[in-house]
T-cell receptor, first 113, second 112 residues
């Protein structure tokens, strides 16, 4: 069966520090991968998605970047965190195709202080 | 631009009640609609996926319906239990997109 791992679960970082959140999927090949952010009262916002290694689409211009160095690995990064980067970050995956189901990881709570 | 709205934003019911959560979307051009459950501080758990050609899907005490032409979906929870307390999110996958558009969710509290 397929599983998705996301870490760390919680993170407290000072303003201006770098960020690296990692997500890996097991039990499937060539998945679509996604990063979402959930802010209080604002719902889930799509940040990045990837349909293959090295292929990243950005939905919202911001202080973050994403990379996909391996087929089932998706990384969210920042060179210098801002207070506004605080939030709950969720990684998700789906099988390639339009009619497929999406599955989410357990999320990372990021607090920038 | 697709927009998804969920009503009510919060709902509190006593245990045993049957309840309905509503989801509406502005553009009927979708591949599918998915209902999720989110416990506090946790990720999303997929509950039901309804393809655009389907009218409903059932899983245990959950039943989701889809009326694509009117842009509406409902999630019906039978005989609610305290363990059903969570936030329920609906999301649609618009035609031509690989990604989901989410509503803001309905926070459900079931009291014993």
């Amino acid at each position: 069966s397929q599983t998705i791992h996301q870490w760390p679960a919680t993170l407290v970082q000072p303003v201006g520090s770098p960020l690296s959140l990692e997500c890996t999927v097991e039990g499937t090949s060539n998945p679509n991968l996604y990063w979402y952010r959930q802010a209080a009262g604002r719902g889930l916002q799509l940040l990045f998605y990837s349909v293959g290694i090295g292929q990243i689409s950005s939905e919202v211009p911001q202080n973050l970047s994403a990379s996909r160095p391996q087929d089932r690995q998706f990384i969210l990064s920042s060179k210098k965190l801002l207070l506004s980067d605080s939030g709950f970050y969720l990684c998700a995956w789906s099988v390639v195709g339009a009619y497929t189901e999406a599955f989410f990881g357990q999320g990372t709570r990021l607090t920038v202080v | 631009k697709q927009e998804v709205t969920q009503i009510p934003a919060a709902l509190s019911v006593p245990e045993g009640e049957n309840l309905v959560l509503n989801c509406s979307f502005t553009d009927s051009a979708i591949y599918n609609l998915q209902w999720f459950r989110q416990d506090p501080g946790k990720g999303l758990t997929s509950l039901l996926l309804i393809q655009s050609s389907q009218r409903e899907q059932t899983s245990g005490r959950l039943n989701a319906s889809l009326d694509k032409s009117s842009g509406r979906s409902t999630l019906y929870i039978a005989a609610s239990q305290p363990g059903d307390s969570a936030t329920y999110l609906c999301a649609v996958r618009p035609l031509g997109y690989s990604t989901l558009t989410f509503g803001k969710g309905t926070m459900l509290l079931v009291s014993p």
